[in-house]
Nanobody, 121 residues
């Protein structure tokens, strides 16, 4: 069983910074990509940032220049460094991993339980 566990959420003042972490554990052959998504009240889940095994990154326009995604492949961990936080960044942030559980298997999506990020104005 693959498990993704997020940490680092909390309450922060506008303009502040926060770093989220997500560690993947369990039986995995390889991780294609990891990323962060978020879901605010009454809104659908949206992509925040992703990073592939090759190091390619993708950011939502709303966070580009403020957020930085990084990874530690040895630890199967992805990070999201969030700076210049705005109240509109308030959401539940979910860790995502696209991975192979075996070399012959198709890649599958796995999700963490989410961590709340609240930015006060």
């Amino acid at each position: 069983q693959v498990q993704l566990v997020e940490s680092g959420g909390g309450l922060v003042q506008a303009g502040g910074s926060l770093r989220l972490s997500c560690a993947a554990s369990g039986s995995m052959f390889s991780i294609n990509a990891m990323g962060w998504y978020r879901q605010a009240p009454v809104k659908q889940r949206e992509l925040v940032a992703t990073i592939t095994r090759g190091g390619s990154t993708n950011y939502a326009d709303s966070v580009k220049g403020r957020f930085t995604i990084s990874r530690d492949n040895a630890k199967n961990t992805v990070y999201l460094q969030m700076s210049s936080l705005k109240p509109e960044d308030t959401a539940v942030y979910y860790c995502n991993a696209v991975l192979y559980t075996a070399a012959w298997a198709l890649p599958r999506d796995y999700w963490g339980q989410g961590t709340q990020v609240t930015v006060s104005s």
